[in-house]
């Protein structure tokens, strides 16, 4: 027996009253109040914390436990799990547990869906300052730590620069704005990587890459050299066409500034912005609108797509030997593997895109 409070459900006068639980009935007994409820017709609350927990029953009167301890003990002495007693409450944990699957149903579709759509939006609403800022600050930033100056002859710069800008837009929009910058960095290894604003950096290696694969070729060897160079500043364009950076960046953003809202502490969205830029990772999606902008450049300009299958070959062989060299530890440069090339997704991007090549072959 314990002592609760009683209330009929209709005035919210508290009586105090004994309860007991006997052969399947709640008893109460009060100066005025005597009543057996079977147990069917009752539910109690959960234990939360030390709140009182509530026995209802159907008529909408209720009790007010506050001695946890003695219904616990009344309970077991009556052969019922403590916690859960009345099988009526297994369905609202049912709704419970739908509930929190419709929760995250939500935020996984408004993640998935709602997000890249967001940043789009955003994306394409930024004033244009914002993202050249962007571009600066990157480059400052590599510069301090990753780049060296290009040590390439000038004419090679040259001869690159002039037959990038020489090409001509394959789907009739122009060629979006960009800035191509050369640099030496040992540490990135072969690679290239556009930013939100349009700065397109080439690394030395890259080029030495593509001459070395042809070493020894004829007049023809070098301008293979030449297309598989152009085939990834192409997908490195058409990157900066979809704004793609800008997009995956201000996805971050959102993302950061939610958990940081979350948190409470908005220094360290600023402190981590430019990081969450440099370890960007493309989506496939991405990376296919990218190769295909790159494979229909190259087409509408006398170049087989090919050569962009290739270079990605070529590059991905480099990676996997550099990783074997280094026993398999994570270095600098298997880090930046993912600006120009998403691991997983190599083979399946060169397949497509000799099967592009073929397709055009095709009379
Ligand atoms: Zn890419």
Redesign the pocket.
């Known amino acids: 027996m314990l002592q609760v409070s009683y209330f009929d459900g209709h005035t919210s006068r508290r009586h105090p009253v004994t309860l007991d639980l006997q052969f399947g009935e709640w008893r109460l007994s009060g100066e005025q109040l005597q009543r057996r409820v079977p147990v069917a017709e009752a539910s109690l609350s959960e234990k939360i914390g030390n709140a009182p927990r509530q026995l209802h029953f159907d008529d909408g009167a209720y009790c007010l436990i506050t001695d946890h301890a003695a219904l616990e003990l009344m309970l077991q002495a009556a052969g019922m799990q403590p916690h859960s007693t009345v099988s009526r409450l297994e369905g609202k944990w049912r709704y419970a547990l739908a509930s929190f699957v419709l929760i995250a149903v939500f935020f996984t579709a408004a993640y998935q869906w709602g997000l890249p759509w967001a940043a789009n939006v955003v994306a394409h609403r930024l004033p244009a300052s914002l993202p050249a800022l962007m571009d600066e600050q990157t480059m400052a930033m590599l510069d301090q730590y990753v780049l060296e100056p290009s040590e390439l002859p000038p004419a090679r710069q040259q001869e690159i620069a002039q037959a990038l800008s020489d090409l001509q837009p394959a789907q009739g929009d122009a060629i979006p704005e960009f800035h191509l910058v050369f640099r030496k960095s040992e540490a990135i290894g072969p690679n290239a990587f556009?930013m939100p604003g349009g700065t397109i950096l080439l690394t030395d290696e890259l080029v030495h890459l593509a001459d070395e694969s042809r070493q020894g070729k004829t007049q023809q060897g070098k301008s293979l050299a030449q297309a598989q160079i152009l085939g990834v500043l192409a997908?490195?364009i058409?990157?900066v066409e979809h704004r793609?950076a800008l997009r995956q960046f201000v996805q971050g953003t959102i993302v950061a500034a939610v958990v940081t809202w979350y948190l409470g502490d908005i220094s360290s969205l600023l402190a981590v912005a430019p990081a969450a830029l440099l370890n960007t990772r493309?989506t496939r999606n991405?990376?296919r609108e990218?190769d295909a902008y790159a494979a229909a450049t190259m087409l509408g300009n006398g170049m087989s797509p090919a050569a962009l299958a290739d270079m990605l070959n070529n590059m991905e062989q480099h990676y996997r030997q550099q990783e074997t060299a280094d026993d398999g530890v994570e270095t600098a440069e298997t880090q930046w593997l993912d600006?120009?090339?998403?691991h997983p997704n190599t083979q399946e991007r060169i397949a497509r895109l000799r099967g592009l090549s073929v397709e055009e072959a095709r009379p």
């Open positions: 556009a997908h490195e058409g990157h793609h493309y991405f990376e990218a600006y120009f090339s998403t």
